[in-house]
């Protein structure tokens, strides 16, 4: 008798579950079938000012871009010479390296570990003794020389050419950088315009050295950007040839340059 009780009292219990669980499924179908539709309203992707003509872009398959070194040193230095690129160069990571120090460049600080061009040969040199009378010695302009005589010499129609034949791994590297919806060659040209938007200041430029580094002692200058003041290190004649050579780089890869 007491095991027959069991049994119906399971038996109860049982079907009382399967009541509530089919009981529960409707109600949660319809409330999902009743339920309005929400629809994320579609981003739109970000405008591009300067594209990249397609007719630029590489016909034969680009390798990957952890093995583009290889591609791309051969290119720039069929363009300023194999003796030069070895003489100024950094051959490894070499891509990578280009589009973040032109990433950085407009910034405050641009790390020089992560530049694609060996150190400027020498020691930075300051005129004066005084703390208050130091000045940018002109005799920091000779080390910035073979740079800039391998920037006068570039033909920019085939440096553009090589540019454009690459493009999709400048790409590619810029936006792992962290910019998954960012054009590299927009930041290009913007980057050009920071540094022809450079100041040129009378000499001799006044420095201050409260800690290892030297800084400007006008604060105007001090807050330029990183590429505009590697121009007033490299002195007044130096940075006209590199601006003239950007001029010419921005006609070349700007939609509408000047």
Not at 213 to 233: H, I, T, V
Not at 238 to 250: D, F, G, M, P, T
Request: overall charge neutral.
């Amino acid at each position: 008798m007491r095991n027959s009780i069991w049994w119906v009292g399971g038996g109860l219990v049982l079907l009382c579950a399967v009541v509530l669980l089919l009981s529960w499924r409707a109600n949660h179908r319809a409330a999902v079938t009743s339920a309005p539709t929400v629809v994320a309203p579609a981003q739109p992707a970000p405008a591009i000012s300067n594209p990249v003509p397609a007719t630029g872009l590489a016909a034969m398959p680009l390798p990957a871009l952890d093995q583009s070194d290889g591609p791309l040193r051969d290119a720039l230095a069929e363009l300023i010479g194999a003796k030069t690129f070895d003489q100024l160069v950094k051959p490894n990571m070499l891509l990578r390296h280009i589009v973040v120090t032109v990433d950085n460049l407009p910034r405050k600080r641009a790390a020089v570990e992560l530049r694609p061009t060996k150190p400027a040969p020498g020691q930075f040199m300051a005129s004066g003794e005084e703390q208050n009378q130091l000045t940018l010695d002109p005799g920091n302009y000779q080390r910035y020389a073979p740079y800039v005589r391998a920037v006068q010499g570039l033909d920019i129609q085939s440096f553009t050419a090589a540019y454009f034949h690459f493009y999709p791994l400048f790409q590619e590297a810029y936006q792992n950088l962290g910019y998954p919806n960012g054009y590299f060659n927009d930041r290009l040209v913007a980057v050009i315009d920071d540094m022809l938007a450079a100041p040129e200041p009378a000499e001799p430029i006044a420095l201050l050295h409260p800690n290892v580094m030297y800084q400007f002692a006008d604060p105007n200058l001090e807050a330029l950007s990183a590429g505009q003041k590697l121009l007033l290190r490299m002195g007044p004649a130096n940075a006209a040839i590199v601006k003239a050579k950007l001029r010419e780089l921005r006609s070349a890869v700007a939609a509408h340059g000047h």
